[in-house]
């Protein structure tokens, strides 16, 4: 039976990974999305979609679906997800590992301001300009509705659930953005400060090249931290010669969740 391992998706790393293990005929490949956009574009190998009932449903699915490998994908923020991955792994005897693109670091020219949190993110506003270009997804802008004398331009690639600022503009689109495209958007809505997730990556990166070139204040909500133990690897090409080793095992046989001892992983030091 070849080797199965289930990716926590929802990125674009997660989509390239699945389309490197699909590639591989000896490797089944099974991305778990967490249905929160309602049209996700083409994966290859299997799908499934929706929750697992926390870490105890996805500890029973690995070991019914026999996964030799989880690798958690998810988006930087999801740590939920990544917290339950980590239970129930742990349970399964299941290696795990963490799949995250380094995150954005502040260079010459650059206001960045970071915070905790997104309530940190609204706390810090009235201080720094009240027309603000909110790009945090979809999700937990009930934080920013107290903020009755701000004016928001709220991008996301679905709408945003409420509650919402009383005063807001809400953007529907996807990256990747051009600096350009993200110059003229500041512009237009005459945006004095700039409040974003450190997602990393280049998709949506372009709006803090515009934001130093402008000289606007970015307020920037860092990520939560990994569960104990665990560590993340940077890239695709790393998450697979990881893998390599994980499925091949100590002695070089694929290792099974049944086995007595399940090998080492980067994600679990």
């Known amino acids: 039976m070849p080797p199965h391992v289930l990716i926590l998706g929802g ?57 030799d490998a989880v690798v958690d994908a998810t988006h930087p923020f999801a740590a939920t997800i990544t917290a339950n991955a980590a239970t129930a792994t742990a349970a399964a005897r299941v290696p795990l590992l963490v799949l995250r693109r380094p995150g954005w670091r502040p260079g010459p020219g650059d206001r960045w301001h970071p915070v905790p949190s997104l309530e940190a993110a609204a706390a810090a506003l009235p201080s720094l300009g009240r027309r603000v270009f909110l790009t945090t997804g979809r999700l937990g802008l009930a934080a920013f509705a107290g903020l009755t004398e701000t004016a928001f331009v709220v991008r996301s690639v679905e709408p945003p659930e409420p509650p919402l600022p009383p005063h807001t503009h809400v953007l529907l689109a996807r990256g990747p953005f051009t600096v350009a495209d993200e110059t003229a958007l500041l512009r237009e809505h005459r945006v004095e400060v700039l409040v974003t997730k450190d997602s990393g990556g280049a998709a949506t990166s372009a709006k803090l090249t515009a934001a ?36 091949a095992g100590p002695s070089g046989q694929a290792w099974r969740p049944s086995d007595q001892t399940p090998p080492m992983c980067a994600a679990r030091r």
Not at 225 to 231: F, K, S, W
């Open 11 to 67: 990125t674009t790393e997660a989509r390239r990974l699945a389309a490197a293990l699909a590639a591989r005929p000896a490797t089944r490949v099974t991305t778990s999305l967490a249905g929160r956009v309602t049209r996700p574009g083409a994966l290859d190998g299997e799908v499934r979609v929706g929750g697992f009932g926390g870490p105890d449903g996805l500890a029973a699915w690995l070991h019914e679906r026999r996964v």
């Open 212 to 247: 130093r070139d402008l000289g606007l204040p970015v307020v920037v909500v860092r990520r939560p931290p990994l569960p104990e133990g665990l560590t993340a690897l940077p890239d695709v090409r790393g998450v697979l010669d990881r893998l390599d080793e994980v499925l």
